[in-house]
């Protein structure tokens, strides 16, 4: 509940920046015009974000006859999750990852490199699944489009009033208002903080899930060891052989599928630690055991 409730936090956030900057370019016109524009971008990232994850990440969907072991697998913890079991996808790629996708869990898709399938122990890749699952049983996935799909139009949107103001600021003369020098500086510090300030407000949001469904996975398969010894796996092969993947689908992935940012760009980072991730887990495991005894 605590997730759910700083995730609408985050999300009403980005909206309101992007209306924000709607309202610095055309004033209330412009602010109704962003609105619009946001509740349509959401439906679109409602239909349709699992097929367009689905391509830019190069997966093909696969059946039972090609990949009987996998559909199994998902089989058997989609039953434990208590959700449909969802569609199953493939990428061609000696990379080791995995995401799921699809807008509620009658409509998921879990989706895994080939490298990955030859890297990890099947209780290991178990742990990797049930991850997704968690993801897909916590409604993540549409939460991560919804706020990427905003976050990408508020940058749009900086882009033009930087032109705007490139224009606007050729086309007037030296007898403007004072008050024209404030708006030029205010829309200069919109264009500068926004796409900004988006891009934090979306990583918080995709940092905050990959936490919940660590949990909510090691509590489907019923082993966070495994799923903490799958992560420092999957963080070691990726830093030496990261996935060619399109950076805005970078978010929807297990562990970041491009070479992770150090010290100060460590914050514009789509996921948290792999370390912390771990002993959380760990930790978690400690008190399954403890429960258990």
Do not use: C
């Amino acid at each position: 509940m605590h997730n759910m409730i700083k995730t609408t936090v985050l999300l009403a956030g980005l909206t309101a920046t992007f209306v924000v900057i709607g309202g610095a370019l055309g004033g209330a016109t412009g602010m109704l015009v962003a609105l619009t524009l946001a509740v349509l971008m959401n439906a679109g990232a409602y239909w349709f974000s699992g097929d367009i994850a689905l391509r830019l990440a190069g997966a093909e969907e696969v059946t039972e006859k090609d990949a009987p072991e996998l559909h199994r697998l998902v089989a058997e913890l989609a039953e434990f999750a208590r959700t449909p079991k969802p569609r199953v996808a493939i990428i061609a790629s000696p990379s080791t990852n995995a995401f799921a996708t699809g807008r509620d869990p009658q409509h998921a898709v879990v989706a895994v490199t080939t490298g990955i399938l030859g890297l990890l122990s099947r209780d290991e890749l178990a742990g990797v699944l049930a991850h997704e699952l968690g993801h897909v049983r916590n409604r993540d996935i549409l939460i991560s489009s919804i706020a990427a799909t905003i976050a990408g139009a508020i940058t749009v949107l900086a882009n033009l009033a930087h032109w705007s103001m490139f224009f606007g600021a050729h086309g007037h003369d030296d007898e403007r208002p004072d008050s024209d020098a404030g708006g030029f500086f205010g829309t200069l510090v919109l264009i500068v903080l926004a796409p900004i300030a988006a891009t934090l407000i979306q990583l918080a949001v995709s940092r905050s899930r990959e936490f919940g469904a660590d949990e909510t996975g090691a509590l489907i398969h019923g082993n966070p060891e495994s799923l903490a010894r799958a992560l420092e796996k999957l963080e070691a092969a990726s830093t030496l052989r990261p996935l060619s993947v399109n950076p805005v689908a970078g978010h929807l992935f297990i562990v970041n599928p491009l070479r992770a940012p150090e010290g100060f760009t460590g914050l514009f980072s789509t996921h948290p630690p792999i370390a912390e991730r771990a002993r959380r887990l760990r930790q978690m495991s400690v008190s399954l055991r403890s429960l258990a005894a």
